[in-house]
């Protein structure tokens, strides 16, 4: 039996390793929420780590399992420290990965009842949940898909199909269809445009405030100049919130403009989406419920493993006719209100039973201790830009909306400071004791972080201050 697949499936051998899998993820998560001396990212040379995992895969291995599981461990980034503040990538919670390996043993689809009714019922009830929080009506609908770039693109081929005046899914593009867009939109909004074939030209920028909002009192100048060059916008994109600076843009203005001028809104809520669930911060989502359309990330402000992004429509039959095909063997009727079948409504033909893992942890511990967290981290995000505004030292770029901050230290020795911030950012990743991004935000480079740990804490905010002092007098 030593070649035979069947020896995979056998119940104790997956016990076995899984217990194995299970004690030491316990034992990191324990190391990291006590700040043991664990390096956030432990950087090594791309041909090292190649070199390091590059084995003869047509032959079974003779190292212990647990010897692959802390190899990945090791050489990786690691969201769930608490000195860990980069990327708008969460730190999960644990039970929701417990839930991915329910699936993946399981293996069901998502796309098709018959193949996992759980799991179907499941996403219903999670996308209910987020239509009923964005204050959608009866009619609306929306389904589950992976990640916000599926999700944008989803959107706003939802919204060609609804109001270009002729079915592109059949037909093919016409015209010169373009969605006017923030200057500060994710780079995704832009990619959709171009894979629904509109090019460059069917992107119509906004501009921007000083606190990079959507400056609304340009929108009627944008719309007209575009339509002088022969331009039909279909819809308008508004960021809630923007990815560099974490800024969300006036949605009842943006709602008001499209109701005047017959046009889509769609609000990319990727990542500010979670504030929902925040009785203190759900005021920066206002006149969500007047959008068309609406994507929103599990996987950043509501602590889920990637990928988990909800799609939802304020009218949920314009969800079924974007993608209306026919496949004799899908036994689905063409227009049937079907809440259960998926195919007609996403990209994925195949997709996993993503919802899964959103019940289980609402159903465990309930969506208000995540609101309590998501409450709790923009408090911190805030009171680490009071810290950052009493120095001498450091400036912000501008004050935070949510946990998103971009701020940059001020050398003393006349060193040209975007060029000094790079290299700062640098010397932290080989330091390892914290992990930060940078941005540029309008030709000027700010080092950046997302706060996304529940366990981070304003004493670790301040050692990264010192830690970045501690740099910058080295340099």
């Not at 043991?36 to 084995?55: G, K, T, Y």
Request: hydrophobic share 40%; net charge negative; aromatic share 8%.
């Amino acid at each position: 039996m030593e070649n035979d697949i069947k020896k995979a499936y056998q119940p104790n051998e997956f016990r076995q390793k899984g217990h194995q899998l299970v004690d030491i993820l316990a034992d990191y998560l324990e190391r990291s929420q006590n700040r043991q001396d664990i390096p956030i990212s432990a950087l090594i040379p791309p041909e090292e780590m190649f070199a390091e995992l590059n084995v003869d895969l047509s032959r079974a291995s003779t190292d212990p399992i647990e010897v692959l599981y802390k190899t990945l461990l090791e050489h990786t980034t690691h969201l769930q420290h608490p000195r860990y503040v980069g990327h708008q990538v969460s730190s999960p919670i644990p039970l929701s990965g417990l839930s991915e390996m329910l699936t993946g043993v399981l293996n069901g689809s998502g796309s098709m009842y018959e193949m996992s009714a759980s799991g179907a019922a499941m996403d219903k009830i999670v996308v209910g949940f987020l239509l009923q929080k964005c204050g959608f009506g009866e009619s609306a609908n929306g389904i589950l898909t992976s990640g916000g770039s599926l999700g944008n693109l989803t959107a706003l081929l939802a919204a060609r199909q609804a109001m270009s005046g002729f079915d592109a899914w059949e037909e093919g593009v016409e015209g010169n269809l373009a969605v006017m867009v923030s200057n500060e939109s994710h780079y995704s909004v832009s990619r959709a445009v171009k894979i629904m074939g509109l090019g460059e030209k069917g992107m119509v920028k906004i501009p921007t405030q000083d606190d990079f909002r959507v400056d609304t009192s340009k929108l009627e100048i944008t719309y007209q100049e575009a339509l002088k060059q022969g331009k039909k916008i279909i819809a308008v994109v508004g960021n809630a919130c923007s990815t560099s600076t974490g800024s969300f843009d006036d949605l009842e203005a943006l709602a008001d403009f499209c109701k005047k001028h017959g046009l889509w809104l769609h609000i990319d809520a990727a990542h500010g989406g979670g504030l929902l669930l925040s009785d203190k911060y759900k005021h920066l989502l206002k006149g969500i419920e007047k959008a068309d359309s609406v994507v929103i990330d599990f996987h950043k402000m509501m602590l889920f493993p990637s990928l988990v992004t909800a799609v939802l429509f304020q009218n949920g039959q314009t969800s079924m006719k974007s993608f209306t095909q026919k496949a004799d063997y899908l036994a689905v009727k063409e227009g049937a209100d079907n809440w259960f079948d998926f195919l007609n409504r996403t990209i994925e033909c195949t997709r996993p039973m993503m919802g899964v893992r959103v019940y289980t942890v609402l159903r465990t511990y309930g969506s208000q201790a995540i609101g309590n967290y998501v409450t709790d981290i923009i408090d911190l995000t805030k009171q680490f830009a009071q810290r950052i505004e009493a120095s001498n030292d450091f400036e912000i770029a501008i004050q935070p909306s949510c946990n998103i901050l971009c701020f940059r230290y001020l050398p003393s020795n006349g060193e040209d400071i975007n060029a000094f911030n790079a290299k700062l950012r640098l010397k932290m990743l080989e330091d390892g004791r914290f992990y930060i991004v940078q941005t540029t935000i309008r030709g000027q480079i700010y080092l950046r972080v997302s706060l996304m740990n529940p366990f981070t804490t304003i004493e670790d905010l301040e050692e990264l201050l010192e830690k970045l002092r501690e740099l910058g007098c080295r340099m």
